[in-house]
């Protein structure tokens, strides 16, 4: 799959634009859902989804192996995307109240199997965090916020809150490694 | 400006002068780059928590047609082919981060005078292969970034450098491209602008084989340093 995407991320390269619609109808849904999930705003999220596809289009190899996989790479780009929209606009959206609004029963996108693999597992090992951690990881990793806004909106010493994201994920990763074992019958491939 | 700026480095919430301060802190603290790459790590999957939303009605049509209004990646990239890539002429590595080092070591040594081409579109007769290509990385304190290709047409060795996100030159200020060998000696291979947005592009004719350890953009007062003047801006190790 990654190979398929550097292949048409060098064909864009090329100013191919046929290349660049397939790109953007493979990576569409992702990349809205996950700027929806960060943002709350359909309207913020079609705009980030078009800055980042317009920057793969007029700027010239901005991806190249060295950086990773294709997809984690244009997903980094499309959270970053997404922080500086809502530094811009300063929103103070709550996505995490509006998740449960953001339901769809659509199935994943076939081509982007780890989203199907991992949505549900993950979604539910984040379930299973408490409250402070997930709100630490909410705040740090899906709003995008400072240190000093993170220890403000908690009411926590600044000095801690590096420690406590770091605990945070290492609990999720914890319980995902749970999950993993089969417990909720999710497949996973063991790693 | 020390570890605890971890965070907002991540986030990006530093400004420009924090950010490079942090980055040099970055290559003297292993603690910090370990601590980084495990934020990478842990936080690879989160977009897939995603839930699945439709996207907006139209959404597809109105995104490619504002993209497509805009002007392509640049010219030469146009022009450049994307074959698989040929057995690499010589071995291409990752830019190291003592790139820089390396070079300022070899300071006010013999430089040959080059004939350089100007022209900064390039003509192509026939198919040209790609023997090669290395990313440049911003030293400490600057932006940007560039792409060094190898590129062997007609007989020639050309090397082809993109660069974007650079500062903008003032003045008589340019860019210049410089080839270092073995011994240090530093070779002019190009001189570029860039538009206002911090992009250049500048292709130059490989004046010999010779044996390049390493390929550095720096920013010049004039277009015509015959040798480097100014701070090295990018680096990378060939
Ligand atoms: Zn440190």
Redesign the interface.
Known sequence: MSEQDFELY??????D?QA??TL??RY???L???A??MTGR??L??EI??DV??KI??????Y?R?KGKFS?WL?TV???AS??SMRRKNEQTEALDE?DS???N????EDLV??KE??TV??HA?AQLAEEQREM?EL???K????RA?AEERNIPL?T??GR??LA??H??GH?STGKGGVDGEVRGID | MKC?A???YF???LNDKDRAAFEKHLAECTDCRE?LE??RL???????????????DG??E???S???A?????A???T???PAPRKPARQWL?PLLAASLLLSAGANVYLLAQKEETDQQVAREEPATLAG?V?LAATEGFNGQA?ASMVQENGHSSVIL?A?QLQVPTGTEAYQVWLINEAGDKVRAGTFNTDESG?G?VSYTMPSDDNWQMIAVTLEPTATSEQPLGDIVLAAEL
């Open positions: 060098e064909r864009i390269q090329a100013a634009k660049l619609e953007y109808e569409e849904k992702l809205f859902s996950f929806l999930r359909r309207d999220s079609e989804v078009q596809f317009m289009w007029t700027k010239p190899n901005l190249d060295s984690s997903l499309t959270r970053n922080i500086d998740r953001l339901k769809s659509e199935p994943a996108v780890q989203w991992e949505g993950l979604r984040i990881i740090f990793y899906f995008g916020l400072s240190q993170i000095g809150v590096k994201i770091r994920l290492k999720l990763k995902l | 605890e971890l965070i907002d986030n990006g919430t601590e495990e934020l842990l936080t690879a999957d989160l977009p897939f928590a995603a839930e699945p939303a439709e996207p907006n959404m597809k109105r995104v490619l504002a993209v497509f805009e002007e392509p990646v640049t030469v990239e146009k450049a082919p994307a990752q290509s990313q792409q993109q974007n992009r592009a």
